[in-house]
């Protein structure tokens, strides 16, 4: 039997994704008005951390208790994981004592052979090269603010890394433009990506001119986890590539600022932008908890529908 897991974002289909956010807003409306949901009692759901969290952790352990469900936190310090068991050997006996995997590790490859050799659906919850629950969480912020996301343009500022990496997986997908503008020797990287090469994304030289017009103007750190190494290098070469207020200007009248958080104010992105008034930062943080629970009932459950 295969086993369905959501390893990047170009794993689930279109329509996949259109029964996770009508799920996501029936779910999200029900604990709105308090009312309990306890789908998955009895189910476990094991997280494992090789890198820091705040979002992920909440939004996923949170969200299982919420659906009835228990979640159980590993991090590679206090676990065999960080000496050395083979991950395959993990992913065997992980698989066996719970119902649910999600994952948050270094090179995707990691998370492939642990999805190969478990027992039960594993969640990518960030790899180096993809953040589709972070995406999944951004599209159906933007549907819920301004409709369709089909036919528009998000303007991607910044470093090519996995959140970049995944809004041109789901430009894919849903039929979208992602303008992208990085400093010179940070540019996208097609087979990292992993994409279908449906055109669905330009390269500008100039930030400004990939904001342009933009309906979604969204950045993330310079430096992300695990390349704290080139921290020092990456400042003086991302200097020109932060989102401010001259940059809002040029795009839509109407658009949105998102950012998956931790932000650095003053960095990648300026504070009259994070706090100003086309940020969504907060309902964007907080549609992660939603879009997770409709998630993971799906891949317990299946399509559930009432
Ligand atoms: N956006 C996000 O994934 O945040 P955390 O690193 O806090 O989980
Ligand atoms: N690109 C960032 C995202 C953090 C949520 C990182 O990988 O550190």
């Known amino acids: 039997m295969t086993i369905k897991h959501f390893l990047q974002f170009r794993?689930?289909?279109?329509?996949?994704?259109?029964?996770?956010?009508e799920r996501t807003r029936v779910i999200k409306q029900r604990f709105?008005?308090?009312?309990?949901?306890?789908?998955?009692?009895?189910?476990?759901?094991?997280?494992i951390f090789e890198k820091s969290s705040t979002r992920t952790r909440l939004s996923f352990e949170a969200g299982m208790q919420q659906l009835?469900?228990?979640?159980?936190?590993?991090?590679?310090?206090?676990?065999?994981?960080?000496?050395?068991?083979?991950?395959?050997?993990?992913?065997?006996?992980?698989?066996?004592?719970?119902?649910?995997?999600?994952?948050?590790?270094?090179?995707?490859?990691?998370?492939?052979?642990?999805?190969?050799?478990?027992?039960?659906?594993?969640?990518?919850?960030?790899?180096?090269?993809?953040?589709?629950?972070?995406?999944?969480?951004?599209?159906?912020?933007?549907i819920e603010q301004r409709g369709t996301i089909q036919g528009k343009t998000v303007a991607w500022i910044g470093d090519s890394n996995n959140v970049?990496?995944?809004?041109?997986?789901?430009?894919?997908?849903?039929?979208?433009?992602?303008?992208?503008?990085?400093?010179?020797?940070?540019?996208?990287?097609?087979?990292?990506?992993?994409?279908f090469g449906a055109n669905n994304y330009e390269e500008f030289a100039d930030p400004m001119?990939?904001?342009?017009?933009?309906?979604?103007?969204?950045?993330?750190?310079?430096?992300?986890?695990?390349f704290e190494a080139e921290n020092e290098e990456r400042m003086k070469d991302f200097a020109d590539w932060q989102v401010d207020a001259d940059m809002m200007r040029v795009a839509a009248k109407d658009a949105l600022f998102m950012h998956c958080l931790p932000a650095h104010r003053g960095e990648e992105v300026a504070a009259a932008v994070i706090d100003g008034p086309q940020s969504v930062v907060w309902d964007e943080a907080e549609n992660r908890l939603h879009v997770q629970k409709a998630l993971m009932e799906y891949l317990l459950l299946g399509k559930v529908d009432n």
């Open 68 to 142: 009835g469900g228990n979640a159980i936190y590993l991090n590679t310090r206090d676990s065999q994981l960080g000496r050395g068991e083979p991950v395959e050997d993990a992913a065997q006996v992980i698989s066996r004592m719970s119902d649910l995997v999600m994952v948050r590790t270094f090179e995707q490859e990691i998370i492939e052979r642990f999805a190969a050799n478990s027992r039960v659906p594993v969640i990518n919850g960030l790899t180096n090269e993809y953040h589709p629950c972070q995406i999944l969480a951004d599209i159906y912020t933007y």
């Open 11 to 21: 794993d689930f289909t279109r329509a996949e994704f259109e029964h996770l956010f």
């Open 164 to 195: 970049c990496n995944t809004w041109l997986q789901a430009a894919e997908v849903f039929d979208f433009n992602v303008h992208v503008s990085t400093p010179p020797g940070y540019e996208v990287e097609h087979e990292r990506a992993g994409l």
């Open 209 to 226: 001119d990939a904001a342009r017009g933009a309906d979604l103007v969204t950045t993330d750190v310079w430096t992300s986890m695990g």
């Open 32 to 47: 709105k008005a308090y009312q309990t949901y306890h789908p998955l009692v009895d189910r476990t759901l094991v997280m």
